[in-house]
């Protein structure tokens, strides 16, 4: 590729799969790990689950400079809030932050976010906050360019009432499916489960994940894929 062909100052595509679900209890907040500049990756086992406070976090999506000065803000505002009123905010005041901020300097950041957290007075809550700075609570949110893949998914397979295994393991199923068909979603999975025992953090590697519909099997080594036998045709 001739360099001087390429408009390094173009806007760059980037994508990721984020997701919160709530269940009966607390809520899961779940993302890929790639971070991609247009066709490049820049980071492969990026960690896109901010924490804010102890009981409240944040999946980011788009901008990841633009994402990670407003999970800074936020978390500072939250610290003091937590200093003056001598208990941790609630999920909803640090969702509104987060909209405040957004919404603010809309014109000017490219990010959307997904916040999750458990509180002593409304339990488990997920808010999205979209480009533009639109705040929706929703009882599950996904964001990011693999979204555009689990709509479907979702709506088929989300219920009400869940436990917090059947929820980590739709949030997981969902994100390896954004990584099999979209191309800036990748790496390993991570998981944030939150609910009144505290906060867990999962990591799933991608050789470890479900492969879906004409996925290679993990290899080694290049040779290897060139070396396996051709997948036999589908009889219609």
């Known amino acids: ?38 066709v490049y990756v820049a980071n492969r086992a990026s960690d896109k689950i901010t924490q804010l406070t102890d009981n409240v976090y944040v999946c980011r999506s788009g901008s990841a400079a ?17 200093i003056q009123l001598g208990q941790p905010a609630t999920v909803k005041v640090a969702a509104n932050l987060v909209r405040l901020i957004s919404y603010s300097n809309k014109n000017m950041l490219q990010t959307g976010l997904i916040v999750g957290g458990w509180d002593k007075y409304e339990g488990g809550k997920i808010y999205g906050i979209p480009l533009g ?25 989300w219920k009400e ?35 009144s025992e505290g906060v867990t953090r999962n990591f799933y590697p991608g050789d470890k994940l479900s492969l879906w519909h004409e996925e290679l ?5 290049l040779l290897d894929i060139l070396n396996a036998s051709s997948p036999e045709p589908m009889n219609i």
Do not use: C
């Open 217 to 221: 099997e993990p290899q080694n080594s």
């Open 1 to 38: 590729m001739d360099l001087k062909e390429v408009n390094l100052s173009a806007p760059h595509s980037m994508g990721t799969t984020i997701i919160g679900v709530t269940y009966n209890g607390g809520v899961v907040l779940g993302a890929d790990s790639r971070t991609s500049t247009g």
């Open 161 to 195: 009432g869940m436990t917090k295994d059947e929820a980590e393991q739709l949030v997981v199923k969902a994100v390896s499916l954004a990584i099999a068909r979209d191309g800036a979603s990748g790496g390993v999975v991570r998981t944030v489960i939150i609910n």
């Open 133 to 157: 700075g639109t705040i929706i609570e929703q009882p599950f949110a996904i964001g990011g360019s693999g979204s555009s893949y689990l709509y479907g998914f979702f709506d088929q397979a």
């Open 66 to 82: 633009d994402s990670q000065i407003v999970s800074d803000y936020v978390r500072y505002f939250l610290h003091q809030h937590t």
